[in-house]
């Protein structure tokens, strides 16, 4: 199948950063050490292939008071810049892998975390990081907050939505007053989840962020009947937004970009399966991609066995 020129090839700039495609590998852990060489390594490889944007995987914010200065980190961001990408780093609140409460945090810890952020994104900027994108999906501490389900809080971080919307948006107005318009800042969302918000909670929440100074919006999961569907309500709140899950298959990034539902497409699993995806995919090659047969096992199954993430579609390294 071949569709040129393909939409997912066109540019795009967001304020003084250009992407040279509208592809982005989204943050995935490699259970590899980001400020090791094989870390570096493995981003240089991902970057080469062709996306418009990295972006690293969930890092903890504790972590950049302990290992990760600018100077370890810029090995990393320098090999994402010689392959032509954009570098972005999402971070998490706790370190990845542990986890609290939502109901036990002390507002004393979160004023901590919120801090932790701000010193963790002025890092990243000294790094030479273009964007950070602090993780509020997939159920983790972040988006519990804002989820009525899970946050049985009672106080002003809790109980109302604007309550609920409150971490976040501390951490979004955090990072802006510690580093103005110096970064891109993402921000990743569940647009729903059944049993406790829908999309209008959502948007609500979304145009909050976008007020307090979001750039990019990336929900996650968004592809749930069509590609991008959960996405598209919220480009009407004037920022980019990334669509991601299952957009691999040949046409399916396209359609979301062709029918207006997302800005940018990110690639996960396609990507690992195929680190070359984005520059085939932008060429029209479909038939030279190494397709992801989402069997999940030496992706999602290493990174339960906290092993390094690879793929059963790869080549058997030579003996
Ligand atoms: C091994 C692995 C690690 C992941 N780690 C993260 C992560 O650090 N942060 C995050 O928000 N999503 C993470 N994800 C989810 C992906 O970013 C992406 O949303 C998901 O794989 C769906 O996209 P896909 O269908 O193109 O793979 C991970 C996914 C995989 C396979």
Redesign the pocket.
Known sequence: MTTLPSLLSQPLRIRSWQFRNRVVM?????VRDIAAQDGVDWYRRHAEGGPGLVII??TGVPRFSRDLSATALRPLVDAIHQAGALAAI?L?PLD?GTDREVGQLSRTEIADIVQQYRRATRICRDAGMDGVEP?G??GYLLNRFFSPAENPRHDDYGQTPAGRMRFGLEIVRGIRSEVGEAVLLLY?HTPVKDGSYGCADSLAFAAELVAAGVDVLDL??SSLVTPGDHAAPFRHLGVPVIA?????APGRAEEALREGRADLV???????ADPNWARKACAGEWDQITV?T?C?KL??G??RKRLP?ACTEWPEPAA
């Open positions: 989204p943050p995935m852990v490699s995987e969930a999402q998490f990845f993780h999906a997939h990743r996650s999961p991601v899950g299952g957009l691999d990110a690639i996960g699993r396609g990507q690992i992801c989402k999940n992706c999602f290493n990174l993430i």
